[in-house]
């Protein structure tokens, strides 16, 4: 199906936009929970978007990818960034606090549902968040956090060692909490 | 779904978390598994940041062997087919002759690459000088860059911070349109050069310069430039340094702790939106010559105002000779927003200056400091007299409830018009925000 010309998100101007405050769509979870959004704050994710325009959800659009609990954390963000006379900077520490408290399994579940649903600004948040998370811990602690099982032998595990040797030197070892 | 692995996520993911570490971080990742083991080759977005390299009992001119091999191992084995959109370094730089062919090979090779962002900064006092650097030179030198590497690149973002800029006479100026924003920071630059960068770079939408030296005089003559940031520069001696604009389609402007001695605008038409930060150091030399620039604009920001007689008469002379009448100088002005510690002599210029701006609709004062002096009594017997036939709506921001505060509440509500709304945001106490307080509201 041939894609309509759509609006940059969140800068809509016409009158549609207007009736977009006011419509609501229910979002359903993988787990058959169900959620009321309003249509502005659900265009803000571009598969959402693709979905209304396309007419294929007629009222109820289902999320099998993405349970409940992660759901309404999205939802909660989408209705924050859909939020008439929110300040940018507002926008931001919202943002910065929306991440901060998350464990990183929570972490990995908003990213990947951002990342089926394309909500570019909440995908960029977490990724960072994520990676700062990693920055200057040893290769043990990125295994551990993140639950995964090495399938290097220690040969090979020396033997890249020294292939890399030049990654490895000058700095100080990693700071692991 | 519950992911409990990182594993889990699609490889463009991964590159993406891993696109927001420094270099190092990604390439040592490279041992987690065998997933993990290549990944760094692809990755868009490279940071070099020399200062994780340092432990100051090492001296310097080990760590920066360190970390050039580093990088120039990491350029030399990534996966070349991968476009680079973002290349950052930050190298401390002291001892530019044994590694300056490298760093420019490294710039190279993310021009070739198709960088977009590039972001280079040769930091001069990043680590403290260990006794055992010997080879620090004296007659130290900053980084050259050559405009004319980034000629015909798809580099649209340059940011520069601590070198000089080279454009020799001869150089021709096409081949810059890629270039859409520049920021500098401690750049060195001839008055000829910056004049030649802007007017070459054909596209170029937003302007930063910062800290800029050597320069005098600045000459931004821009057709493309949108927004123009000019922060901290400021020569004391009245008869040099000179701005001179040309900017039909600018529509913000920052002035940040920047003075000099002329300014002259041939065009600001665009012009809507400012921001000024005077300085702020105790001298009696503030010049507020450069608000003659920013009378066409409809909102305005100015921060620690302090205008000395000098610069109040001049203003008065500029805008009495630009316009038919003194009291219509900044007849366009619908938002006006100023950061004051609600000092006597302050409200006294503000309300000078709001004689200036009839048509001033929204004015929102932004308390700073902790001056907490009961108001003098001679200010109360004759308070400024405030002129504003326009305003609606007054906003109050960090907000404290002093006694200055609800004296000036008093004092708006005596010369109101058309007020119709006094808003208070309070100042946030141990990271709780209040409410916002409804001082005022003429509709009850």
Redesign the interface.
């Known amino acids: 199906m041939a894609r309509k010309n759509r609006n940059p998100v969140g800068k809509n101007v016409d009158p549609e936009a207007q009736k977009k405050k006011t419509r609501t769509l229910t979002l359903k979870s993988?787990d058959g929970q169900e959620f009321s959004i309003s249509e502005s704050a659900a265009v803000l994710s571009i598969a959402i978007e693709n979905m209304v325009e396309d007419d294929c959800a007629g009222g109820v659009i289902p999320l099998p990818?993405?349970?409940g609990g992660?759901l309404a954390r999205v939802i909660t963000y989408l209705n924050k960034h859909a939020e008439d006379g929110a300040s940018d900077e507002e926008k931001r520490k919202f943002d910065e606090e929306f991440v901060s408290g998350m464990e990183m399994?929570v972490l990995?579940?908003v990213?990947?549902?951002a990342?089926y649903l394309d909500i570019r600004g909440l995908?960029r948040e977490v990724?960072?968040r994520?990676?700062?998370r990693?920055?200057?811990?040893s290769?043990e602690w990125?295994?551990k956090t993140?639950?995964?099982?090495?399938?290097?032998t220690p040969e090979e595990?020396e033997q890249?060692?020294k292939e890399?040797a030049?990654?490895?030197?000058?700095?100080?070892s990693?700071v692991d909490d | 779904?519950?992911?409990?692995?990182?594993?889990?996520?699609?490889e463009a993911?991964l590159l993406?978390?891993?696109?927001?570490?420094?270099a190092?971080?990604a390439?040592?990742?490279?041992?987690?598994?065998?997933r993990?083991?290549n990944l760094w080759r692809h990755i868009p977005i490279l940071e070099f940041d020399m200062s994780?390299?340092h432990?100051p009992p090492?001296p310097l001119s080990?760590?920066r062997?360190?970390?050039a091999?580093?990088v120039t191992?990491?350029l030399l084995l990534r996966e070349h087919s991968t476009p680079l959109y973002s290349f950052r370094l930050v190298f401390n730089h002291r001892d530019f002759r044994r590694t300056v062919t490298r760093v420019n090979s490294w710039i190279r090779y993310a021009i070739a690459s198709g960088v977009v962002f590039l972001l280079l900064s040769f930091e001069e006092d990043l680590f403290v000088k260990s006794e055992e650097d010997t080879d620090e030179d004296e007659t130290w030198q900053k980084y050259d860059f050559h405009f004319s590497y980034i000629r015909d690149s798809t580099v649209s973002h340059l940011e520069l911070d601590n070198c000089r800029i080279v454009w020799p006479k001869s150089l021709a100026c096409d081949g810059f349109s890629s270039i859409r924003s520049l920021y500098l920071c401690h750049v060195s630059v001839r008055d000829r050069v910056l004049c030649s960068v802007v007017s070459s770079c054909v596209n170029l939408e937003f302007l930063s310069l910062s800290c800029i030296s050597y320069l005098r005089n600045f000459k931004i003559h821009s057709q493309s430039l949108k927004e123009l940031e000019l922060e901290l520069f400021n020569i004391r001696r009245k008869d040099v340094g000179s701005l001179d604009i040309y900017a039909p389609n600018l529509h913000r402007i920052i002035f940040d702790r920047f003075s000099v001695a002329e300014y002259c605008s041939r065009d600001l038409s665009s012009l809507v939106e400012a921001n000024v930060v005077f300085l702020d150091d105790g001298h009696e030399d503030f010049n507020c010559e450069v608000l003659q620039l920013l009378t066409g604009v409809k909102r305005l920001t100015l921060m620690h105002m302090r205008f000395d007689r000098h610069g109040w008469d001049y203003l008065i002379k500029v805008s009495a000779t630009k316009h038919t009448s003194v009291s219509s100088a900044f007849k366009s002005l619908k938002f006006l927003e100023l950061k004051i510690e609600y000092a006597e002599y302050e409200l006294f210029e503000i309300a000078a200056f709001l004689e200036l701006c009839p048509g001033l609709e929204t004015l929102v004062l932004d308390g700073y400091g902790e001056n907490d002096f009961p108001l003098l009594e001679s200010f109360k017997s004759k308070p400024p007299i405030f002129h504003f036939p326009n305003l609606k709506q007054v906003k109050m921001r960090n907000y404290r409830r002093t006694e200055k505060e609800l004296y000036v509440v008093e004092l708006l509500k005596l010369h109101m018009v058309v007020l119709q709304k006094i808003v208070a945001f309070p100042r946030e106490a141990n990271g709780e925000t209040s409410a916002p307080l409804v001082l005022f509201d003429s509709s009850q």
């Open positions: 993988s990818l993405v349970d992660t399994g990995f579940d990213v990947l549902a990342n995908l990724r960072r994520i990676a700062d990693m920055k200057n811990k290769v990125v295994r993140f639950h995964i099982e090495s399938d290097f595990e890249m060692k890399f030049w990654a490895w030197e000058g700095v100080d990693d | 779904m519950a992911v409990t692995s990182i594993d889990e996520l699609p993911l993406h978390i891993l696109s927001f570490l420094p190092l971080n390439v040592r990742a490279s041992l987690v598994s065998r993990w083991r994780l390299y432990s090492n080990e760590s062997d360190f970390f091999e580093f191992q990491t």
